[in-house]
C-alpha cells in the first residue's frame, strides 16, 4: 500500500513534516534514524542524528553512510555491515564512531534493516528497495566498557604484583637454593599453596654453627599472608641467634617459645630443630626436638621407615613448656627426611595423603639420591591434589656421604 503524503522522512529537509504527531516523534526520537538507497546513499535523516552531529541536512542527505564514520568505523562498514546487511538483511548494535562536523568523535551502535520489494505472497525475496537506519549513542557505554578494561588490567597488574611480591617475600625465608654442606647430602623443596599469590608460613634453614656442626629447621607459622610472613621472619632469625647462645634444641625452643609469645600476634607455629655433628668415621650425630610438628622419619636401607619418637607442644602459645629431645647417629647411606602437614594434610579426591601413605611412599623411593626421593615425592603429593596444592609443602631430606 502506497504512503501517504507527509509522512516519513523529507529528504528535502532532512525533517519531518510538522503536520502529524507521529512524524515529530521520529524526528525528535532518542535515536538518529535514517533511510539510505541500497548502495549506502542518504535519503532521509531526522532532527536527532543531525544535532548529534552538528550537521545540517544538505550535509548528510545525498552522502554515503560510510563517509560519515571515522577511518576505523569506515573499516568495520566495508568488513562487517556492508556484508551483514547482503546476507542477513540485519545488522545489530554494531559499534562505530562517527565523524562529527567539527572532527569529534560520536560513538554510537548502528542497527539496520534491509527493505526489499514485495515479491510474491510472502512479501520476501524482491529488489532492494531501502535501508532503514537507527542510530544509538554510546558514549555512556564506550566509557563503561573502557572502565571495565581499565579495571581488568589494574587487576591483573595487581596480581602480578601480588604474586611477585609473595615470590619476593619467600625467597627471604627459603633459600633459594639448599646449602652445600661438607659431608652431607642434602635437598630440599618447597611449593606455595595454589597460585603462589599467598606468602605461606611454612620455612626451613640450614646453617653451621661450627666447622663441623650445623642446625637444620624446619617450620610452619600458623595463617598466610603479610602477616605470617613477618612471624615467619622473626622465627626464622632467632633461631639463628638462639643456636650460638644454646647447645640443646629443647633449650633453644623454650627460649623461642617466649620470644613469639611476647611478640604482638595472635599466630604460633610447629617447629622440628636438628643440632648435627659430623664425626670421624662419616657418620653424623643428630639431636632433634620438635614443638608441635611431624617428627623427622628415618630412612634405612633394608628396614622400614620409621618416624622418631619426639614431641612437644606448639611453639607461642603457652609459657612456661618444655620440650624432649631424642638422639642417634645417622650413618652413610641412610636419611632423614622433614616435612611440613601440607604432605600428610594434602587432600584428594576422596581421602588425605596420610601418615601411612607418607610412610609406604618413602619405603618405595628408598635411601639412594635425596635429591631425586625429595623431588618425586613433591610430584606425588601434588599429583595426589591433581595438581593443585591446598597448603604450602616444605620437604628437606639429608643423607651423610
Known sequence: MARRAGRGLSPATGGLQQAEPAARLLDRAPCGLLTTDPDGRVVTVNATFLRWTARRAEEVVGRRLVELLTPGGRIFHETHYAPLLRLQGSVHELAVDLRCADGARLPVLL????????????????????????????????????????ARDEARAAEDRARSL?????????????????????????????????VGGDFYDVFPTAPDEHVVVL????????????????????????????????????????????HETERFCT??????????????????????????????????PVELAVGGPLVGVLGDQTWAEVELR?????????????????????????DE????????????????????LTDEVVAFQSGVTHDDVAIVALSPR
Open 271 to 304: 617447629v622440628v630443630l636438628m643440632r648435627m655433628r659430623r664425626e670421624a668415621d662419616g657418620a653424623w650425630q643428630v639431636t632433634v626436638s620438635a614443638g608441635g610438628h611431624p617428627p623427622p622419619i628415618l630412612l634405612r636401607p633394608g628396614r622400614r
Open 357 to 376: 601413605r607418607l610412610l609406604a611412599t618413602l619405603d618405595r623411593l628408598g635411601t639412594g639420591d635425596v635429591a631425586s626421593l625429595v623431588e618425586a
Open 111 to 150: 542497527n539496520a534493516t534491509l527493505v526489499r520489494e514485495p515479491d510474491g505472497p510472502d512479501g520476501a525475496g524482491g529488489a532492494e528497495r531501502e535501508v532503514h537506519v537507527a542510530v544509538f549513542e554510546a558514549t555512556e557505554r564506550r566509557r563503561y566498557e573502557q572502565d571495565l578494561l581499565r
Open 166 to 198: 609473595a615470590r619476593t617475600l619467600q625467597q627471604t625465608l627459603i633459600p633459594p637454593v639448599p646449602p652445600q654442606v661438607p659431608g652431607l647430602d642434602l635437598a630440599a623443596a618447597y611449593r606455595p599453596a595454589g597460585d603462589g599469590t599467598q
Open 330 to 354: 645417622v650413618l652413610p647411606g641412610e636419611a632423614l627426611v622433614l616435612y611440613t602437614d601440607g604432605v600428610t594434610e594434602a587432600r584428594g579426591a576422596e581421602a588425605y595423603f596420610g
Open 219 to 262: 617450620g610452619d607459622v600458623s595463617g598466610k599472608g603479610v602477616d605470617a610472613a613477618v612471624v615467619t621472619s622473626l622465627v626464622r632469625n632467632t633461631v639463628r641467634a638462639l643456636a650460638v647462645l644454646h647447645h640443646r634444641p629443647s633449650d633453644l625452643l623454650a627460649e623461642l617459645n617466649d620470644v613469639v609469645g611476647a
